[in-house]
T-cell receptor, first 114, second 113 residues
């Protein structure tokens, strides 16, 4: 298995632009998680899905952020409009069953908003 | 709310020396605990996990961790550190109905030759 695949690896965008981050989970995994990593706040869970349904989005910072999972093999995290404070590394992770067996993380997308 | 604390932000050890990274958790019941490692520019990789049973857990890359309920700790150890172990290490606890991993702030490990 190729693992959790995220694209792009790096994204540089101007403030106010829309940004879309993509994630392909491991085939057969029914949970998908989006995390954000910054120096100041560490690793924060933004949202997670179970069987393509959003379960907990309490970590989404504000309405500018949205996430979708149209099918079991694809998820997006969108920021519109982007702001410099959104600069971070965004990780996608997936797991089979509950998270007690641990997540498998993707390599992340480094987002820079200038 | 469940949480984990990693008291050490940075640790530097010499290659070949032993290592212990500290993790303290806050959780009402028996916690599910994890250690992950993140190499520069990479995602997080699971080192080991504890659910129940034997309090000494073996993981990959020669790491082990010991669960101590009396101290609310889950410290990570390695008897002899290699230069390739230089990375950031995260302790995590399972929360939210066993669906959410809550991470500590991480400990950055530097290894001197």
């Amino acid at each position: 298995d190729a693992g959790v695949i995220q694209s792009p690896r790096h994204e540089v965008t101007e403030m106010g632009q829309e940004v879309t981050l993509r994630c392909k989970p491991i085939s057969g995994h029914d949970y998908l998680f989006w995390y954000r990593q910054t120096m100041m706040r560490g690793l924060e869970l933004l949202i997670y899905f179970n069987n393509n349904v959003p379960i907990d989005d309490s970590g989404m910072p504000e309405d500018r952020f949205s996430a979708k999972m149209p099918n079991a093999s694809f998820s997006t995290l969108k920021i519109q409009p982007s702001e410099p404070r959104d600069s971070a590394v965004y990780f996608c992770a997936s797991s089979s069953g509950t998270a007690q067996y641990g997540y498998t993380f993707g390599s992340g997308t480094r987002l820079t908003v200038v | 709310a469940q949480s984990v604390t990693q008291p050490d932000i940075h640790i530097t050890v010499s290659e070949g020396a032993s290592l212990e990274l500290r993790c303290n958790y806050s959780y009402g019941a028996t916690p599910y605990l994890f250690w992950y490692v993140q190499s520069p520019g990479q995602g997080l990789q699971l080192l080991l996990k504890y659910f129940s049973g034997d309090t000494l857990v073996q993981g990959i890359k020669g790491f082990e961790a010991e669960f101590k309920r009396s101290q609310s700790s889950f410290n990570l150890r390695k008897p002899s550190v290699h230069w390739s172990d230089a990375a950031e290490y995260f302790c995590a606890v399972l929360s939210g109905g066993y669906n959410k991993l809550i991470f500590g702030a991480g400990t950055r490990l530097a290894v001197h030759p």
